[in-house]
């Protein structure tokens, strides 16, 4: 019946892998496998109650490092980094040569703001298995954070897709960055890519500017420009440019109203400019609606 429950889960199917779970819990309460299985389930759901099924496994097999990795997981599938950090610190302090463990470790830093530290971590990993392609485009995110790293960060992503070249996260990973530096036709095509392996990936359907829903609304229409505007190249220079263009311009045209020109060519620069600005700002936030953790 576990196993049931587990390839169940494994399938996605997170309702009935909660059934035979509790089920297998009826008949043996005191076995902590269903009750992390239901919790797993729950998170995937983004059911708050998640952790709680955790502790209960941790409660019957204290000695389990497995138990603190799926309490940690329950709070990661949900978005809150920063509650995963502590028993995923206790999961490694139990076993410091699992490279899993170190890998989700690195990540869950670089999530809370401390990629430093992030990569330290994820390097222990790589040093303990150099072919994790995952672990490598973890690596990649977290130098991408740093200053002066991006060329051994684009080194990582290149190594993660030659382990694993049909892998959506990584596919993904590779989507935004090259969006953010203006390819919009490559950025598609890889988003694309990972939706071909896995149909559910929420960040490739916000890359390509797919509704959330079944039906198109205004908000996905307005995602779709916005996103135009997010793809152009030079955003290094482009965004202080359209900060200072959006404040300044209106300013001098009202305090020193000139010639009519000077107005018709100024004013919509001033437009475009915080069309720009409000395009990087909204597509964040509906990334965030969405339960996409940009890193």
């Not at 790293?149 to 590779?174: S, V």
Request: hydrophobic share 45%.
């Amino acid at each position: 019946m576990r196993r049931q429950a587990q390839f169940l889960l494994q399938a996605r199917r997170y309702k009935e892998t909660m059934e035979l779970a509790l089920k297998a819990i009826a008949i043996f309460p005191e076995d902590p496998r269903p009750y992390a299985l239901v919790a797993l389930a729950m998170a995937r759901q983004n059911q708050s109650e998640a952790p709680e099924w955790a502790l209960k496994a941790i409660a019957r097999q204290p000695e389990n490092v497995l138990w603190r990795v799926a309490l940690s997981d329950t709070y990661t599938l949900r978005g809150k980094w920063k509650q995963a950090l502590k028993p995923m610190s206790e999961a490694v302090a139990m076993d410091p040569m699992n490279p899993r463990f170190q890998s989700m470790l690195g990540l869950i830093l670089v999530h809370c703001k401390r990629p430093a530290e992030g990569v330290l971590y994820l390097k222990r990993s790589l040093e303990l298995d150099p072919t994790s392609a995952l672990t490598h485009q973890r690596m990649s995110v977290a130098l991408s954070k740093q200053l002066g790293k991006n060329k051994l960060a684009e080194e990582h992503l290149r190594k993660a897709l030659e382990l694993q070249p049909d892998n959506p996260d990584i596919k993904n990973t590779l989507g935004w960055r090259l969006l953010g530096r203006g390819h919009r036709e490559e950025a598609e095509t890889a988003f694309y890519e990972a939706l071909r392996v896995d149909p559910t990936q929420v960040a490739s359907k916000l890359g390509i500017g797919a509704p959330a829903g079944i039906k198109k609304g205004r908000t996905d229409m307005i995602l779709r420009m916005s996103l135009r505007f997010y793809s152009l190249r030079y955003r290094i220079i482009l965004v202080p440019a359209a900060a200072v263009s959006a404040i300044e311009i209106p300013q001098l045209i009202l305090t020193h109203p000139g010639s009519w020109i000077f107005t018709a060519v100024s004013l919509p620069v001033a437009v475009l400019s915080w069309c720009y600005i409000f395009s990087l700002v909204y597509v964040r936030v509906i990334g965030k609606r969405r339960g996409i953790q940009f890193v």
